[in-house]
């Protein structure tokens, strides 16, 4: 059997994160925080293994880099919703999370469809963000468990996420914006 035949299990692992979406969303509601730090790590293990699979063996499909970020960003999105229903993250919070990554799509599309072709890198400022949005997601989530984590953590991640939220927004605005005006220009 030869590797090629294995390139589909970049894919099954970034639709299998997309099923624990659901259960993941359940923990966090019914507050089975264990439970929903299990579901967390599986994710974060599966994101990275079949990222190395597919860079290791050129296992890359147009599916997969469109489904592998948008699975990720699911979940990150999935967990500050369900941490402000719950009331352990401020309404505020969840707003600035998603109106950000919604002001990105939003213009990747009018850029796309007004000035021209689109292909999406991520930032440093933006792969910042999201490092941070998944560590104190990630630390509160802990906090939550009753497992050893520092109380502030929940404080301080509030502000490094808004705060890295309005940096990587702004950057992605101010770096396409620039690139839509040059193009109209030339």
Do not use: C
């Amino acid at each position: 059997m030869s590797l090629h035949q294995w390139r589909w299990i970049p894919n099954a692992l970034t639709f299998m994160r997309i099923v624990l979406i659901v259960p993941f969303a359940g923990a966090l509601l019914s507050g089975s925080y264990r439970v929903a730090l299990v579901i967390f790590v599986v994710a974060a293990i599966t994101d990275g293994f079949d990222g190395f699979l597919a860079r290791h063996f050129n296992w890359r499909s147009r599916f997969g880099a469109i489904a592998d970020p948008l699975a990720d960003k699911a979940l990150l999105i999935t967990a500050y919703l369900m941490l402000t229903i719950t009331s352990v993250l401020p309404i505020w919070l969840f707003l600035l999370v998603l109106g950000r990554d919604l002001l990105i799509v939003s213009g990747a599309l009018a850029y796309h469809y007004g000035i021209g072709r689109f292909d999406m890198q991520p930032s440093i400022p933006g792969k910042l963000n999201t490092l941070i949005q998944i560590l104190v997601v990630l630390a509160i989530i802990i906090l939550l468990a009753g497992l050893p984590m520092q109380p502030w953590v929940r404080e301080v991640g509030i502000l490094l996420v808004a705060g890295s939220a309005v940096v990587s927004g702004g950057h992605y605005v101010l770096v396409w914006g620039l690139r839509a005006w040059r193009a109209k220009r030339s």
